[in-house]
Every structure is written in structure tokens, then in C-alpha cells.
């Protein structure tokens, strides 16, 4: 962030950036940073809360006015919560037709998973009236097909041209994770983002297929699934978590 | 959250690591500007965000280009393809003010605190290493602003 600020600024474009590792920024000195204490993700700290999304816009905005820098200002509000937002009120209970619950292999968990979810996420998309989901152009129980076929004796073709298989199993991996965020989170009850990372790397059939699906990457010979293997399918902070959660069950 | 300090170990580790290997840019570049009721913002986000028909962000250095996010977008054609896991995406699902806060960005404008918000805003996919590479896209995206007569950008990191 800090390089497009200089790059941008060198060129005469006047930039205020929002700071959310504040020693990187420290480090690079762009021209005007506003250091907020909020999660990586949420630059402007709370989704759904345009007055405190408001008050850090204006205190970043408002650096512009300054006559001298660099400088890096303390925006030193907490997000008042880390929420997502609970169920919606009177929308209709979902309607669902969930395959039997399973004891079975990971990949029959997955799929009754994705079932019963596909349910929730269509609460989210009438309550949010958006989704994250959509670039792969796979339906949720296509895109599980697409995944659950790469741990087969063969990997499956990219599902779009120009694509390698790398990419377009990142692109899958991430749409299926975002499709089980956005259905949790209008379940009932109260989601933070930790919450929802925990339930989703400790205690679902997919999470399991995507640690598989991560040690295929290691073991595999093709290029393309490099970034999957070392870091771009499972995030540090969950194999934090299931290296505590399995210290705890010994 | 999240000062380092309130991460796990690893990721503060992780963070704290990138550190030394980021680059010293010459010199202190400082640009001046009218008030700012007086200013036409445009967000630079690197959120990885792109309109769902655009090409996804590649990995590595290739993609270190940017997406074009119209002014007028519908918030229901944004999505991301950032190459990062590390970080949350729970709260751009539910709202994506929290990482490109173009709707509060319109608000100001209609209360005459900002001058008026771009005709185009971007979206570069922050993974890239080393952050040099964006050198030439950034160089080249300040001449597109100018056009567009902004004097104010707000960088957003994710």
C-alpha cells in the first residue's frame, strides 16, 4: 500500500492511506497514513456501521489538510465488535433438503455440508442482496465436484479457459470458503470472523478436504499449485488453531 | 485487535519478517492540494476487488496490474481474487464499505465534505512481492487520475 502511496504521490497525486501493520508503514514512511487498530481485512472497521466507517474516512481524509509529513496519525477508536451480523428477522425459515447426516468419508460430509448450506447462503444473498461468490460460474454442489476431484487419480480440467489448474483451484477454493462464510453468517446466533474461522478450519468436512487438498499440492509435481502448497489455501492462523486444537485433544 | 501484538505468534512472526526486506524509496515525495471540500477522491483499494466479469487477479508478479471499479458500480458485482488467505473476508461479504468505502465516499460528497468522488476508482491485489513491482502500473494509473482531475487518493489495504 505504502509503495502506491509513493509511487502515486511522486507523479504529484496527493494520497492518504489507511495503516493496518503500522511497523510496515513505519518502515516505508508514505507520505500521510492513518494507523487504525482493526483486523487485516477490515480496513475501516466494521461491515454494516457506516457512522464508524464514517468517522475513519473523515480522520484519514482530513491528513490531506496537513502541511508537512511524512506523517503517520493513530486513529484510536477498538472496533466495537467484530461481528458479522446475526440471523435476519422475517425472512421465512429456509427451506432444506439435506442428504442424511453421515459418519461417512470426508468427501460425504462435504457433500451433506453443501447441501444443507446452499439453503443458508440463499438467506444470505435475499438478506445482503449481494454475494462474493460467482467467478468460478460453478454452482456450489459443481464447484464441490471440481474439489473433490482433484484428491481422484487425476486432476480435473480447469473449468475456464486460459486458466491453469493452480488458478483455477484457487479461484475454486476460495469461492467454496466464501460460500460457507457468507451461508454461516446469517445462521442464528452471533459470528465474529474468528468464530467463523474456527468453526470452518476445526469443524467442517471442508475444511478436511482443503487440508487435503493442500497436502495433494505438496506432493504434486505441477508448478501451477505452488502458492496452494506453501500458503495460499491455508491461512497461519488456522494452522495455529489446529495445532492447539490437537495439543488439547492429547 | 489487531495491534501485532494481539495476533498469534505465527502471524506477528510472519509480519514482523517482511520488515527488513522492504525497500528505502528515494527521497520524501509531498504533494499539496485545495481544501478538502475542495478535492475529487478516488480510492485505490488492494483488496484484490474486481467486478465478477473482470479477469480474476493472477499470482506473483504478473499480477501486479490493477482493475478498473466504475463510480456508478453495484456493490453486488464486486468480488475479490486476492492470492492471500491471511486475512478476513467476512466483513467485505457483508458489506464492502469496510475494505472500499465508496457509498460513505458519495455521503461526503453530498454533504460538500470532499468536492466531488472520481469517475473511476482501482483495485491492485496486495500479495505481490517485492512491492517494486507495482512501479510501473502505479506510474502509469497517476497520469489516468489526473485526467480524471483528482487531487486526493485514499489508499486501502486489506
Known sequence: MSALGYYLESEGI??????????????????????????????????????????????????????????????????????????????ACPVSFPRPASDGTAEDRFAAEVSQLTAWHDVALRYRGRTMTGLTGLAPDALFRYLVDWLGSSPPAPFRDGFTPGQALKLATDEMKAFYYEAKAVQPGSHSAGEINDWFWLHTAAGEVFLALREMARQSTDVTLKGLATGSLVPRAADAALDASARGRA | MVRLADLPESERQHLLARVPTLPAFPGRPWVSGPALANRRVAIVSTAGLHLRSDRPFASGAAGSDYRVIPGDVDAADLVTSHASVNFD??????????????????????????????????????????????????????????????????????
Do not use: C
Not at chain 2, 466483513?91 to 468522488?117: C, H, T, W, Y
Open chain 1, 14 to 91: 496527493p494520497t492518504v492511506q489507511i495503516s493496518l501493520v503500522r511497523e510496515h508503514t513505519e518502515a516505508l514512511a508514505p507520505p500521510r497514513a492513518l494507523w487504525v487498530p482493526f483486523m487485516l481485512g477490515r480496513p475501516f472497521g466494521v461491515p454494516g456501521d457506516a457512522g464508524f466507517q464514517r468517522r475513519v474516512l473523515l480522520a484519514a481524509l482530513q491528513l490531506l489538510e496537513r502541511e508537512a509529513g511524512p506523517l503517520i496519525e493513530d486513529f484510536i477508536e477498538d472496533a466495537p465488535h467484530e461481528e458479522v451480523g446475526g440471523p435476519p428477522e422475517g425472512l
Open chain 2, 89 to 158: 473476508r467476512s466483513g467485505m461479504q457483508a458489506d464492502v464499505n469496510v475494505a472500499f468505502p465508496l457509498d460513505r465516499l458519495k455521503e461526503l460528497a453530498s454533504e460538500q465534505q470532499i468536492g466531488s468522488v472520481a469517475a473511476f476508482h482501482y483495485s491492485f491485489m496486495g500479495a505481490v512481492s517485492p512491492i517494486t513491482a507495482y512501479e510501473r502500473e502505479a506510474r502509469a494509473l497517476a497520469g489516468l487520475l489526473k485526467q480524471d482531475a483528482v487531487d486526493a487518493v485514499l489508499l486501502s489495504p486489506v
